[in-house]
């Protein structure tokens, strides 16, 4: 807790499933966290979860595929949060995608999503750190698709591949900024996006949810579906000091499904 205190931490996504896990755990860690996300909805309940227990957070209304958008929603996080030493590029979007049936529409969109908001996010963060004068963390969302292609999903695996490629290129570029940059790989994470991928799937299939679970799940060592907790104990690691080492890695939180 001590080794955090006055730190502050910008979570995109921060709204419901991973995000809002990593936000919990930071405010617990001892950050003040900035929930960005474009539901405030979501955004105000996990602001009153993280008050109740005592932490400090603000809601930032963000749209990661925005440039605009992400670069005030940091310099607004500065403004409230007083500060900023860790950006997590964590909002993404996972639609089924059977390769014939991948659109202009579809493609930019989680492209714009997946891929620019963590571009967008880097760029603010470098900003941001730069005006107060020292480095930081900054810890993108990646998947074990961004290192293997998941059958019908091909834009998202694209994408995540590329947020792998973007993770390792912005580690040398912003190492002599005192900048680190990594990823977190979850597998297959029981929240309202993997609920979705597997209920399209099956009905895709005209199987039942259990089944469209099953197709992702079954290939896990660790024999059960991961939490979000599981992921935010790895993003934990990577935002405190035990880290400060670690860079340019996309680390796979996943049960066990890929092995590299
Ligand atoms: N759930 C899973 O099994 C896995 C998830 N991931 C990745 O983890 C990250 C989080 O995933 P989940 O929590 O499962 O997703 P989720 O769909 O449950 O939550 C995503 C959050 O991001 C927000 N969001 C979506 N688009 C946004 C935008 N344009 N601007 C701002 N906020 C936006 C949503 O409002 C929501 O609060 C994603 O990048 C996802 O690709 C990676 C591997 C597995
Ligand atoms: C949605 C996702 O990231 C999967 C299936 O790994």
């Given at each position: 807790m001590d080794r955090n205190s006055g730190k502050v931490?910008?979570?995109?996504?921060?709204?419901?499933?991973?995000?809002?896990?990593?936000?919990?755990?930071?405010?617990?860690?001892?950050?003040?966290?900035?929930?960005?996300?474009?539901?405030?909805?979501?955004?105000?309940?996990?602001?009153?979860?993280?008050?109740?227990?005592?932490?400090?957070?603000?809601?930032?209304?963000?749209?990661?595929?925005?440039?605009?958008?992400?670069?005030?929603?940091?310099?607004?996080?500065?403004?409230?949060?007083?500060?900023?030493?860790?950006?997590?590029?964590?909002?993404?979007?996972?639609?089924?995608?059977?390769?014939?049936?991948?659109?202009?529409?579809?493609?930019?969109?989680?492209?714009?999503?997946?891929?620019?908001?963590?571009?967008?996010g880097i760029q603010a963060a470098v900003k941001a750190f730069k005006e107060l004068g020292h480095g930081g963390k900054i810890i993108n969302a990646c998947s074990q698709a961004g290192h293997i292609g998941n059958p019908e999903l091909a834009a998202y695996s694209g994408s995540k591949f590329a947020v792998r490629g973007i993770t390792q290129t912005a580690a040398r570029d912003l190492a002599p900024l005192g900048i680190t940059v990594n990823a977190y790989c979850p597998g297959i994470v029981n929240t309202p996006m993997m609920q979705k991928v597997a209920q399209d799937l099956a009905d895709n299939a005209g199987e039942s949810f259990d089944w469209g679970m099953e197709q992702f799940a079954r290939n896990i060592t660790l024999k059960r579906v991961s939490e979000a907790d599981d992921v935010a104990a790895c993003v934990a690691f990577l935002a405190g000091p035990d880290s400060d080492y670690v860079t340019g890695q996309s680390i796979l939180v996943d049960g066990g499904m890929v092995f590299t």
């Open positions: 931490a910008f979570v995109t996504g921060a709204g419901q499933g991973i995000g809002e896990a990593i936000a919990l755990r930071l405010a617990k860690d001892g950050f003040a966290v900035a929930l960005a996300d474009m539901n405030l909805t979501t955004a105000e309940s996990v602001r009153g979860k993280i008050e109740t227990a005592g932490g400090k957070a603000c809601v930032v209304e963000v749209d990661v595929a925005d440039r605009d958008s992400v670069f005030a929603a940091v310099e607004t996080t500065v403004k409230e949060l007083g500060g900023l030493d860790v950006v997590i590029n964590n909002a993404g979007v996972a639609p089924i995608t059977p390769i014939e049936s991948i659109t202009p529409d579809i493609y930019r969109r989680v492209f714009d999503i997946n891929v620019g908001g963590v571009l967008w």
